[in-house]
């Protein structure tokens, strides 16, 4: 059955078919939550929303792009808006005590046996989800879409709705961008040994 | 090669992707040069952590709560369109929050009503306390 078909399906006949689309596209959804979220709770309620959205607009989708295209619009955008909730959240919490751990620390790699290594690698992993985070949106969703999901920059295009010219520059900044903050971030953290 | 056709195809490189004689221009430039090296260096650590994120998976019930919310949905309104969602909705708020201040202002005067003193006889009611009679005056009689 084709992604149409069970469109079809779903607006004419049996609204049950849209579990074939959730069982087809939940890994693509999650993993482009993943690149932007950075954390697998915080993925899987954005795909249920994602889904959820995308269920109750799906009378609107014209067929003019693919239903993936069309679908990893919709994520990107609730990623967005998710991040810039979280923003708000986390500038709330500079005023209040808590005493909740950071989800980002839940996510990082324990090693009993090699402690060293394993704070080197956690540092890594931290700096380069920070340099991630600090990159202008749309260099970030370009750099999601190519690096998380494996998009070909014609694809990319067609979800951000430009060019591939465009896109090819996006990533080129992007990287460019990514490397600046990581030798900024790693400059800092010796720094930080230094002193320690 | 010089350091701007390294940093070109150091993506390619990284990805094994470069032709074998210009693979190896690449290898022997940053060999040489420490400032590529560095580069290709963080690329390598940017890509390690995305290939570790992108191991991670969804729970296995994730789809299975998905649908199972969409089938409550289908349950209690088949079609949601913009009426229910936009329109519908904020309305019964308002309405229901209304109801429920004036529902609010009647049981407090209600409340208010009964909590007041039981009207006193006029004779009792014209008794001023600092002003009574001395007591010898009953006693007397």
């Known amino acids: 059955m084709t992604d149409n078909e069970i469109i079809n399906e779903v607006l004419n006949a049996d609204k049950n078919a849209f579990r074939f689309l959730v069982e087809r596209y939940q890994q693509l959804v999650f993993r482009t939550a993943i690149g932007f979220l950075h954390d697998s709770d915080k993925a899987a309620d954005l795909t249920q929303e994602v889904f959820i959205q995308a269920y109750l607009s799906l009378h609107r989708f014209r067929g003019d792009s693919s239903f993936s295209t069309w679908l990893y619009r919709i994520t990107v955008n609730a990623s967005l808006n998710k991040i810039r909730k979280f923003s708000v959240k986390k500038f709330i919490r500079l005023f209040e005590i808590s005493s909740d751990p950071d989800p980002k620390s839940l996510l990082t790699v324990t090693d009993p046996a090699n402690p060293e290594e394993t704070m080197i690698r956690n540092e890594n992993i931290e700096m380069v989800r920070k340099a991630l985070d600090s990159l202008p949106e749309k260099q970030r969703i370009a750099i999601v879409l190519g690096k998380y999901d494996g998009l070909s920059q014609k694809e990319i295009a067609e979800i951000m709705n430009t060019t591939e010219g465009a896109v090819e520059s996006l990533l080129q900044r992007a990287k460019m961008n990514l490397r600046k903050k990581l030798s900024a971030y790693e400059t800092h953290i010796i720094q930080n040994h230094k002193q320690a | ?141």
């Open chain 2, 1 to 141: 090669m010089n350091c701007r056709q390294c940093i070109h195809e150091i993506d390619s490189f990284h990805d094994e992707t470069l032709a074998p004689d210009l693979r190896t221009q690449v290898l022997a430039h940053l060999k040489e040069c420490s400032s590529c090296a560095e580069i290709y260096r963080l690329q390598v650590l940017i890509d390690e952590v995305i290939e570790q994120e992108k191991e991670m998976l969804p729970d296995p019930f994730l789809s299975t709560r998905i649908n199972s919310r969409i089938e409550k949905m289908n349950g209690r309104e088949p079609v949601p369109g913009i009426f229910t969602n936009r329109l519908l909705r904020p309305v019964l708020i308002t309405l229901s929050m209304a109801a429920a201040i004036f529902m609010g202002i009647i049981m407090g005067n209600l409340a208010v009503t009964s909590r007041q003193p039981v009207a006193l006889p006029a004779e009792l009611a014209l008794i001023n306390d600092a002003g009574l009679e001395n007591i010898e005056m009953f006693t007397g009689e």
